[in-house]
C-alpha cells in the first residue's frame, strides 16, 4: 500500500482510507459483517480509518461506529499499533436526523465519550471538529479539544466543513493537521473556495467526504461518460476512477470512501494503481 505524510505529523498512512459511516447509519449490516469489511481492509493494508460520534442511528446509539472499529481493532490477529483512527465530534443525531452542536460542555463530553468507546487506553488519534456551530466562536468550541490535548485524550486535531477563514481561525487555538470538507464531481467547491490550496500550502492532510457522491448519487457516476468511458478503458470500476481523479487533484487529498461491504474496500484499495493524464482529468473536469 502506497503511504503519504498525515499533515505535518511525521506519521505515515495509508494513501487510501476508510470511511465508517456506512457501517452504522440506516441499512446498515451486521456488525459481524462490518468487522469483517474492517479487517479486510487492514489486510489490504490501509491504516487510516475515518469515524465520528454521530455515526450511529440515532442519539440513543451514539458512538456506534467508534466502539465497532475498536472492536474489529482489537480482534485483528495482526498489528495494529500503526493504525490511525480519525473521529469528530460536534454533530447531534435526534431522532436520527443531523444537527450542529459546538456548545463547549458537549465538546467537552463527547470526547471523553469518543475515548472510552475508542478502548481508553491512548490517545485518540485525531480528533476532528465535525462543523462549525453558528452559536459559538470557533475559539469557544475548540477550547475544551485543547484542553484534551493537553490532557493527553487527543493527539492530534482536525477540522471538517470549514473555510479557509475558520481553519485559520481553529489554527490560532490550536494546531490543526487535517481538513475534512465534501468533494466530489458534484462538489467542486475545495477547488473553488481555496480550502484544497490552502491545505496544500499550511501542510494539510485533506479528506474528501462522500468522494462518490454520497448514497443518492453514486449510481449516477455511469451517467459521466467521462468517468464511464475511462472506467471501460482502463478495466477498472468508476468508483476507481474517481478515486484516482480526486489523487490527481492535490498531494495533500487522502480520500476516505465509505464501505459496508468487503468488495467495495477490495474495489477502492484498487485505485492505487490507476493513474490518469492530464488529457484524461480534463475531460472529467469538463463533465463535472
Known amino acids: ?10 506519521v505515515s498512512v495509508s494513501a487510501i482510507g476508510l470511511g465508517g459511516m456506512p457501517m452504522s447509519i440506516a441499512n446498515r449490516p451486521a456488525e459481524a459483517e462490518s468487522i469483517q469489511v474492517i479487517h479486510r481492509a487492514l ?13 450511529c442511528l440515532d442519539e440513543s446509539d451514539k458512538h456506534h461506529n467508534e466502539r465497532l472499529i475498536n472492536q474489529a481493532l482489537s480482534s485483528y490477529k495482526g498489528d ?3 493504525v490511525v483512527v480519525a473521529t469528530k465530534g ?18 467537552r463530553q463527547t470526547i471523553r465519550e469518543s475515548f472510552q468507546a475508542l478502548g481508553g487506553s491512548k490517545p485518540i488519534d485525531i480528533w476532528q471538529y465535525h462543523a462549525p456551530d453558528p452559536k459559538y466562536a470557533i475559539a469557544e468550541s475548540l477550547a475544551p479539544v485543547k484542553e484534551a490535548v493537553e490532557n493527553g ?14 481553519i485559520q481561525q481553529a489554527q490560532d487555538v490550536v494546531e490543526i493537521v487535517s481538513v475534512q470538507n465534501q468533494y466530489s464531481p458534484w462538489e467542486r467547491q475545495p477547488e473553488i473556495d481555496g480550502v484544497l490550496k490552502y491545505c496544500e500550502q499550511a501542510g494539510l492532510t485533506f479528506l474528501p467526504w462522500s468522494p462518490f457522491g454520497g448514497s443518492r448519487r453514486h449510481q449516477n457516476l455511469q451517467d459521466i461518460s467521462a468517468i464511464a468511458n475511462l472506467a471501460k478503458e482502463k478495466g477498472v470500476s468508476v468508483y476507481c476512477i474517481v478515486l484516482a481523479w480526486l489523487r490527481s487533484k492535490s498531494p ?7 464501505a459496508s461491504k468487503i468488495s467495495s474496500i477490495e474495489d ?3 485505485a492505487i494503481n490507476v493513474h490518469l493524464s492530464e488529457a484524461e482529468i480534463q475531460k472529467i473536469d469538463s463533465e463535472t
Open 80 to 82: 495494529v499499533s500503526h
Open 1 to 10: 500500500m502506497e503511504t503519504k505524510q498525515l499533515g505535518k505529523t511525521g
Open 43 to 55: 489486510d489490504l493494508g490501509i491504516t487510516f480509518i475515518d469515524t465520528a460520534d454521530s455515526y
Open 268 to 270: 477502492s484499495v484498487k
Open 90 to 107: 460536534g454533530l447531534m443525531r435526534p431522532h436520527g436526523n443531523w444537527t450542529r452542536n459546538g456548545n463547549p460542555k458537549h465538546l
Open 153 to 166: 485524550l487527543i493527539r492530534y486535531v482536525g477540522v471538517s466543513n470549514f473555510s479557509v477563514e475558520q
Open 252 to 258: 495533500a487529498i487522502l480520500p476516505i470512501p465509505g
